[in-house]
């Protein structure tokens, strides 16, 4: 826990970021259909998350899961949320072919990125509980 620690504090300026893209959906257009969890694969790093058609989700920052794990998602889209199986996750590469909106609540619901095809996120402030189309 202490290592967790050290890097939150590490990246204050990825807090800054974050603010900038971080946006609230209004609780009107907040229906969300659940979608079961994706699976679990592993090792982790950059190469696993080879090819395009879905994002990849690691357990640590730098796209690194200390117990091999990554977690897939096919594109979502609008109106459909999806949780993330991973108990939390820190990094993200989004290789989907569209836009995704990652959440920090498991029902698409609280903090959130946008994140444009082929966008990646090494180190986020929150763990990522969701996956949904916008």
């Known amino acids: 826990m202490k290592l967790r620690s050290a890097l939150f504090t590490g990246i204050a300026a990825v807090s800054l970021f974050s603010a900038a893209l971080t946006t609230s959906i209004p609780a009107a257009a907040a229906d969300h259909s659940l979608a079961a969890p994706e699976a679990n694969v592993g090792p982790t790093d950059l190469s696993q998350c080879?090819?395009?058609g879905f994002s990849c989700l690691w357990k640590d920052y730098n796209?690194?899961?200390?117990?091999?794990?990554?977690?897939?998602?096919?594109?979502?889209?609008?109106?459909?949320?999806?949780?993330?199986?991973?108990?939390y996750s820190f990094s993200l590469w989004n290789r989907s072919g569209i836009t995704q909106r990652f959440w920090s609540g498991s029902d698409c619901t609280g903090?959130?990125?946008?994140?444009?095809?082929?966008?990646?996120i090494p180190a986020s402030?929150?763990?990522?509980g969701s996956v949904g189309g916008i």
């Open 50 to 52: 080879n090819g395009t």
């Open 63 to 87: 796209y690194t899961s200390w117990d091999g794990s990554v977690q897939y998602f096919g594109p979502k889209q609008p109106g459909t949320c999806a949780r993330v199986n991973l108990a």
């Open 111 to 120: 903090q959130n990125y946008l994140v444009a095809s082929g966008g990646k």
């Open 125 to 128: 402030p929150f763990s990522i």
